[in-house]
Nanobody, 123 residues
Framework: QEQLVESGGDSVQAGGSLKLSCTTSGYTYSNPCMGWFRQAPGKEREGVVALDGDGTTTYADSVKGRFTISRDNAKNTLYLQMDNLKSEDTAMYYC?????????????????WGQGTQVTVSS
């Protein structure tokens, strides 16, 4: 059974950095698309960044130039490097995966979700 476990969330000051990790297990699909989503209190879930199986990345405009997604296939781990964090980045961050090569930021393409890791940025 596919499982995704996020880690790395924390409380930081504005301008700081965090690196989130998402470790997958039981995933049998090759070149799957994976992504990071977030949900702030009282707001809808939004896509942050996606990494398609063909290597294409799609970033939300709000994080372009500040966040970087990467994947270590040998470790079955997806990362999200977040720099120059802002208070509006405060949210629960979720890792997601899908049995497709191309997903982009369309959340309905993703089948598997982690439990989330909390990121809090104070100004």
């Amino acid at each position: 059974q596919e499982q995704l476990v996020e880690s790395g969330g924390d409380s930081v000051q504005a301008g700081g950095s965090l690196k989130l990790s998402c470790t997958t297990s039981g995933y049998t699909y090759s070149n799957p698309c994976m992504g990071w989503f977030r949900q702030a209190p009282g707001k809808e879930r939004e896509g942050v960044v996606a990494l398609d199986g063909d290597g294409t990345t799609t970033y939300a405009d709000s994080v372009k130039g500040r966040f970087t997604i990467s994947r270590d296939n040998a470790k079955n781990t997806l990362y999200l490097q977040m720099d120059n964090l802002k208070s509006e980045d405060t949210a629960m961050y979720y890792c997601a995966a899908a049995p497709y090569v191309v997903c982009g930021l369309r959340s309905n393409r993703y089948r598997y979700w982690g439990q989330g890791t909390q990121v809090t940025v104070s100004s």
